[in-house]
């Protein structure tokens, strides 16, 4: 066991240094291994409570997360917004306290606030690993996307990975750019210019491209994001039909990348409009392992934050 991650929060990957996230992805390769047995079930965290706070609905996160507590035979406490006291007008500091109070020893959140994971450890004094916050962060899902270059890739130094989108409004962006920088990666994320950030270069050290050819000039990863239907009320682009002329990752697209690119996408997709089937179904597709690659990245820093026994 590393001490230096013990009762570690993780709000987001600029928390961690290269070496550190490095432990992580190895500790994940383990735990992706158990996840292989027959029997997948592990008493790792026997006695140990982990607690799901989910005020931002997400099915998908939410059950990764308790599976892989589940995985590691900890108790799982589920808690959903939607059908809890916060609905009927209490504080998400009342609502720690109460949660608190039952024994809780880690929780994994999500919220449609920035800063929530951060609240959450202040009226706690319990480890929290954030599950996505607002537009800030998303570092488990960035984690898993890194992982899954890694495995497939190896070192990410030199790679050249280009992310394709809304990227203004991506949490999965900004946790993925912090941490393949870290790792060596080299960068490019495209999309429309109502849906770019003005300070992309200077603040991530990535570069930026609103033409799609260009962005995916020899492209070693290429990863689509989520057009979140939504912000077609907001007028930052003409109709989903546009969007996709000019963005949408396709055979005739995705000639501009090397030959075997790896294809990935955070989910859930919106097939035909960011991605047509036949690159989300293709043979250089992990999309579908990324799911199987998020399991083992948290069972990873379940363990490793809560002091696990091999």
């Keep these: 066991m590393n001490p230096q991650f013990l009762g570690r929060n993780v709000y987001d990957l600029d928390d961690y240094s290269r070496d550190e996230i490095m432990y992580i992805l190895e500790a994940t390769k383990g735990m992706k291994e158990i996840n292989t047995r027959e029997y997948k079930k592990i008493p790792t965290l026997r006695g140990k409570t982990v607690c799901t706070l989910f005020v931002e609905n997400s099915t998908r996160t939410r059950m990764s997360f308790e599976l892989a507590a589940n995985r590691l035979s900890a108790d799982v406490v589920s808690f959903q917004a939607s059908v809890s006291a916060l609905q009927k007008g209490e504080s998400l500091q009342d609502t720690v306290y109460t949660l608190n109070a039952m024994g809780i020893d880690l929780y994994c959140i999500r919220h449609s606030s920035p800063g929530s994971p951060q609240l959450v450890h ?69 999309g429309p210019k109502t849906m770019m950030p003005s300070n992309m270069e200077s603040v ?107």
């Design 122 to 190: 202040k009226y706690s004094q319990k480890p929290v690993i954030n599950g996505g916050d607002g537009r800030h962060a998303h570092p488990t899902q960035a984690l898993l996307d890194i992982y899954s270059i890694w495995e497939k890739l190896g070192d990410l130094n030199g790679l050249k990975i280009t992310i394709v989108g809304d990227i203004l409004h991506s949490r999965v962006v900004r946790s993925n750019l912090i941490g393949m920088a870290k790792l060596g990666a080299k960068v490019t994320v495209c």
């Design 204 to 310: 991530y050290g990535c570069r930026v491209e609103y033409d799609l050819g260009r962005a995916l000039s020899g492209a070693d990863v290429v990863m689509g994001l989520r057009m979140q239907l939504e912000r077609m009320s907001e007028g930052l682009f003409p109709s989903l039909e546009e969007y996709s002329k000019h963005y949408v990752l396709s055979k005739d697209t995705l000639k501009y990348a090397k030959p075997n690119a790896l294809i990935m996408h955070p989910g859930p997709m919106n097939r035909g409009v960011e991605i047509l089937p036949e690159i989300a179904d293709s043979k250089h597709s992990v999309i579908v392992e990324q799911v199987a690659n998020g399991v083992a990245v948290r069972m990873a820093l379940m363990f490793l934050i809560l002091g696990g026994k091999a």
